[in-house]
């Protein structure tokens, strides 16, 4: 019996998760739960799972809920909770599921005290990648990624010679907006963006897939996770999004991983890992499924692809940079405050002005990130 | 540096063995070399690669070799010469590239005095799969498989639970008549047979390919060496032979071995297992590549694979019983005694007058394929 915690868990993932772990009542038990602010959902996932700690962000909320599920369960408020929850010796695997930059801080957290980690979050390694990577290979502190990308990344390795690797393949299925020309974009709306053809997912990752940015953080991403530069990260377009990613090796063999685009998957091997359990998700039924298809990814319609390799070779604190701005931009476009079009623009000014700092300490990073979102946010405010 | 035998070294796989030993001079060295009876090219190889053993299996071919080669190589003639020369202590591989039921003798020799062996031939492990098998774990003798299919299943496999498998998709091209209707297959000519869209190889695995008995024995070939039954595996149809077979897993993830339709690529990952060396063979571009396709295989058109699937459930002798029925059929319409379309016919009234034995030992295993020859050879005769 393995024992859970999920921070995140009224989001996509974290809800997926909770679907999971429903199914494996004798293998999984919910320990904690951490929400930011959403207690209805919150409310019931404590009815069904009985967790022993629950922690909710927002403090007021956190009050709220405080009056409803009475003195039984341990409950936390604010930031800080996450952290100290993540700590508990009660806790076998912490499943992180927080959007943003803000899941560093307890991602940390959990490190430190050598949990295994199931990480679906990405912009904590996009923004402090080396950081997350060296301590997590100093506490002997697994981190399992979730992402379907680097989930199937992670399982063409397994049982591999690293240094025999030659290139990811990192498989994109383009997003909502692939085939539309350049025009067409400037003017699509906000609920075009929102339409992701394979996945369901929340409202930043489906604006960061219309962009292609979320492919980009994932090359980021993947650069730490595996320790590879970006001239060994390739990313190709696939529609289909069966083939979740693949890995060269350098006799010219290369592994895929492939699946139903039904993100219980990953989710279920990254809490079993290693083994693997039978479960009654989609399977892939390749007399139907008849193609899989592969394009180039065009950079030009979607320059935001090309931002984050630029800021993958400048390494340092520009993946930090390209990171916030991207959430302040992806924010402000959902307000309708920006059009869709003039994000690359916003971002490549921001990385344009920011002096890299190589090498970078949590507090270089934590800097880096509250300049950007400034900057961010000052530059959408002269152009409004 | 790793000393290497080559039985059957002047065919197709042979001689793609020896051009990847060509290009890795510090990592193996040809230590004998076995052919039929192609001395002229035998010949050829041995200046180049200066082997210790030489063993012709044909007696007058290899008497006319021994003339040229002098007294500085030990040279074997007849079949029992390769039994002899995989026991010697200075061979640490032996790549077993004989095709037909001829391989099995040599390979049970070289599992007993425990070499590693590379095993291109399909044949002995169709006909005595569970005797090869536990013999090969008994004396703890790894068996890698070169066929490109099996090669890809070992590939997948590597790193996981072999008890977590589910089904193997067993891929096949399709062969060069797969989209001719069944009216033209009934006056195709050898020619068009021969002709494989995919990879060159023998007139014997030609034909095989044409008529998809060779996927058929592939099947039997999984089945003993991953130790599965035929309902774990099924065939999909992939015309463009890029995803060289796959492995699903109990939890719907599917992992697939992937490259370009080059011999050398699974013949060095045989020879340099675990290790993987860069090479300059052809690479996957999937920009160019565009897509894989995938269809059901017509069992109508294709009844070999009906045929096979029938021996594998049936087990016992069955699957030596096809093995040699479809060897003759196949040398019978080489020689253009019989039509191309009569093959599966011929095959399945041999099976059906088959008394099978159950858990066969190795002299029921040559009885029953002497028998399936006679029976053949009898049944051809009689249809004039």
């Given at each position: 019996m393995k024992n859970i915690a999920i921070l995140g868990s009224t989001g996509s993932i974290g809800r997926n998760t909770l679907d999971v772990v429903r199914h494996f009542p004798g293998k999984f038990k919910i320990t904690a739960l951490a929400a930011h602010s959403n207690i209805?959902?919150?409310?019931?996932?404590?009815?069904?799972?009985?967790?022993?700690?629950?922690?909710v962000a927002d403090k007021e909320a956190g009050i709220s809920l405080k009056r409803r599920v009475g003195?039984?369960?341990?409950?936390?408020?604010?930031?800080?909770?996450?952290?100290?929850?993540?700590?508990?010796?009660?806790?076998?695997k912490v499943v992180l599921a927080i959007s943003g930059a803000d899941a560093l801080?307890?991602?940390?957290?959990?490190?430190?005290?050598?949990?295994e980690v199931a990480l679906a979050n990405k912009e904590a390694l996009v923004i402090a990648g080396s950081i997350v990577m060296s301590r997590a290979f100093k506490k002997k502190a697994k981190i399992i990624p979730i992402d379907s990308e680097q989930s199937a990344i992670w399982q063409c390795l397994a049982g591999e010679d690293k240094n025999a690797?030659?290139?990811?393949?990192?498989?994109?299925s383009?997003?909502?907006?692939?085939?539309?020309?350049?025009?067409?974009?400037?003017?699509?709306?906000?609920?075009?963006?929102?339409?992701?053809?394979?996945?369901?997912?929340?409202?930043?990752i489906?604006?960061?897939?219309?962009?292609?940015?979320?492919?980009?953080?994932?090359?980021?991403?993947?650069?730490?996770?595996?320790?590879?530069?970006?001239?060994?990260?390739?990313?190709?377009i696939h529609p289909e999004a069966i083939i979740h990613s693949m890995v060269e090796?350098?006799?010219?063999?290369?592994?895929?991983?492939?699946?139903?685009?039904?993100?219980?998957?990953?989710?279920?091997?990254?809490?079993s890992y290693p083994e693997r359990l039978a479960n009654k998700l989609a399977r892939v039924d390749f007399y139907k499924l008849q193609r899989l298809s592969f394009q180039e990814p065009d950079l030009k319609r979607f320059p935001c692809l090309r931002l984050a390799y630029q800021?993958?070779?400048?390494?340092?604190?520009a993946p930090c940079v390209l990171n916030a701005a991207n959430e302040v931009c992806v924010e402000e476009f959902l307000r309708g405050g920006i059009n869709f079009i003039s994000l690359p623009g916003i971002i490549e000014r921001v990385l344009e002005r920011h002096k890299n700092t190589g090498k970078p300490g949590i507090n270089d990073i934590y800097h880096a990130d509250g300049w950007a979102r400034q900057e961010t946010k000052g530059l959408i405010r002269r152009m409004g």
């Open positions: 209805e959902v919150l409310f019931k996932q404590i009815k069904e799972f009985h967790p022993v700690f629950v922690c003195s039984k369960i341990k409950l936390f408020t604010g930031e800080s909770g996450l952290g100290q929850i993540v700590k508990d010796k009660g806790i076998d801080r307890p991602l940390l957290s959990a490190i430190d005290s050598g949990k690797l030659r290139v990811i393949h990192l498989t994109a383009g997003g909502p907006l692939r085939e539309l020309d350049k025009n067409r974009l400037k003017s699509i709306s906000l609920k075009e963006v929102m339409k992701h053809p394979r996945w369901k997912m929340g409202k930043k489906s604006v960061d897939s219309a962009t292609l940015m979320n492919k980009g953080l994932e090359v980021l991403e993947a650069m730490y996770l595996f320790g590879v530069g970006p001239e060994k990260i390739k990313v190709v090796f350098m006799d010219g063999t290369i592994i895929a991983q492939l699946s139903a685009t039904d993100m219980r998957i990953p989710i279920q091997y990254a809490l800021a993958a070779y400048d390494g340092g604190t």
